[in-house]
């Protein structure tokens, strides 16, 4: 599955999550980037995810994501240029925002790349009550080194990345952001389910796939 549909399922997560919870704007922002980047972060494992072929909205919705980590990365140096502020908090966000971009490349420079911005995560995350952005760090580390649609297309990955969010719920003190993370994780599974490749669930447990069953 494209990498631009898991995207556009995991904004629709999101948006679903700000219906429920709040329309406070910057708590909205908050729910929406959390489901589209936990959408993603399933296929930090795989080979390019984002084909030629995808539809103009999804393309559009791609390019906001990296003009947003483009102004952010700006105001990040504005801050420290001109009021010498360091912000591990928004390092952290437009890391992940900057995420997407190295999905669509692959190969080893790729992965490498992917791995370094998960260093920086988790070396973020060392700050005091800060664990759960190391514990996502160690993910980014290490997912792109792993089989494609293995370790990280499990219903235990998906555990892991619930845990992590809810240290972030419990810093951020925004209501049910864990559980919005877990259903834009949750979204990228279900999604992959039913594609003909289908999902091993419960790897490395049991090797069985799910799929569909009317597809080949
Ligand atoms: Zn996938």
């Given at each position: 599955m494209k990498g631009s549909t898991h995207l556009a399922i995991g904004c629709a997560v999101g948006a679903a999550a700000v219906g429920y919870h709040s329309f406070n704007v910057s708590n909205s922002l908050v729910y929406i980037a959390a489901a589209a980047i936990s959408?993603?972060?399933?296929?930090?494992?795989g080979p390019s995810m984002l084909s030629s072929r995808i539809s103009k909205a999804s393309r559009t919705l791609y390019r906001s994501l990296i003009t947003l980590?483009?102004?952010?990365?700006?105001?990040?140096?504005?801050?420290?240029?001109?009021y010498r502020i360091f912000h591990p908090e928004l390092t952290a966000a437009t890391l992940c925002a900057i995420l997407p971009s190295l999905?669509?490349?692959e190969g080893v420079i790729r992965n490498t790349l992917v791995s370094l911005v998960g260093a920086a995560v988790a070396g973020a995350g060392l700050l005091p009550g800060m664990t759960w952005l190391s514990g996502f760090g160690i993910f980014v580390m290490i997912a792109p080194w792993l089989?494609?649609?293995?370790?990280?297309?499990?219903i235990w990955a998906l555990l892991i990345w619930y845990l992590l969010s809810q240290?972030?719920?419990?810093?951020?003190g925004i209501d049910g952001i864990a559980l919005t993370a877990a259903a834009g994780y949750a979204?990228?599974?279900?999604?992959?389910?039913?594609?003909?490749?289908?999902?091993?669930?419960?790897y490395p447990l049991?090797?069985?796939t799910f799929k569909l069953p009317f597809r080949r």
């Open positions: 959408s993603l972060c399933p296929d930090l494992d980590a483009v102004l952010m990365t700006l105001l990040l140096i504005y801050l420290y240029a001109q999905i669509l490349k089989k494609h649609r293995g370790m990280t297309h499990t240290g972030m719920e419990r810093q951020l979204s990228h599974l279900v999604a992959d389910t039913l594609t003909s490749s289908g999902v091993k669930w419960l049991s090797r069985i």
